[in-house]
T-cell receptor
């Protein structure tokens, strides 16, 4: 029944490791996103993927790479994890990119880099 | 730069009314959203304003003044379950969502 599901819920890892977070939506939406929410609670867009077009936020280090095997999935792979990567990562989807189209969020992945 | 300002924290009493303000300075404007986020959970959509005025939805209402770069979320008949953070977000001219840091609302009995 879950509309946007992401796994894992919690991820604790060492600096320098590579990890992935998976996201799936069963809403039939065309657009998916990855957001990072830091300790100050700001939500910052990392990537958005609209059908076949990936929009990369230039402030995201290239250690972060999204992968979309199909329209319903947008996974996030992170190489060489750093302490500053510790945050909550939210996947989200929307029907498109129109003015009033609201976002549906996954439950978040709390990443802790030690 | 682009900026969304909201109070960091507010406290209100169960059964009362509270108004959470949001001011914004963005490159263009294509709508303003309010989301609710309970601690440890995902944000969920509350309201959307693109024209000036008040949008009412049950106990929650949202107001927009584009000329003043200002919005507020009004919560009536407060319940304990309304304790959460309330996030204001503005869609700019590039259709990117710019988010505020959220207002943590604490409801006391």
């Amino acid at each position: 029944d879950t509309a946007v599901s992401q796994t894992p819920k919690y991820l604790v890892t060492q600096m320098g490791n590579d990890k992935s977070i998976k996201c799936e939506q069963n809403l039939g939406h065309d657009t998916m996103y990855w957001y990072k929410q830091d300790s100050k609670k700001f939500l910052k867009i990392m990537f958005s993927y609209n059908n076949k077009e990936l929009i990369i936020n230039e402030t995201v280090p290239n250690r972060f790479s999204p992968k979309s095997p199909d329209k319903a999935h947008l996974n996030l792979h992170i190489n060489s994890l750093e302490l500053g990567d510790s945050a909550v990562y939210f996947c989200a989807s929307s029907p498109g990119t129109g003015d009033n189209e609201k976002l549906f969020f996954g439950s978040g992945t709390q990443l802790s880099v030690l | 730069g682009q900026n969304i300002d909201q109070p960091t924290e507010m406290t209100a009493t169960e059964g009362a009314i509270v108004q959470i303000n949001c001011t914004y300075q963005t490159s263009g404007f294509n709508g303003l959203f309010w989301y609710q986020q309970h601690a440890g959970e995902a944000p969920t959509f509350l309201s959307y304003n693109v024209l000036d005025g008040l949008e009412e939805k049950g106990r929650f209402s949202s107001f927009l003044s584009r000329s003043k770069g200002y919005s507020y979320l009004l919560l009536k008949e407060l319940q304990m379950k309304d304790s959460a953070s309330y996030l204001c977000a503005v869609r700019d001219s590039n259709y990117q969502l710019i988010w505020g840091a959220g207002t943590k609302l604490i409801i006391k009995p």
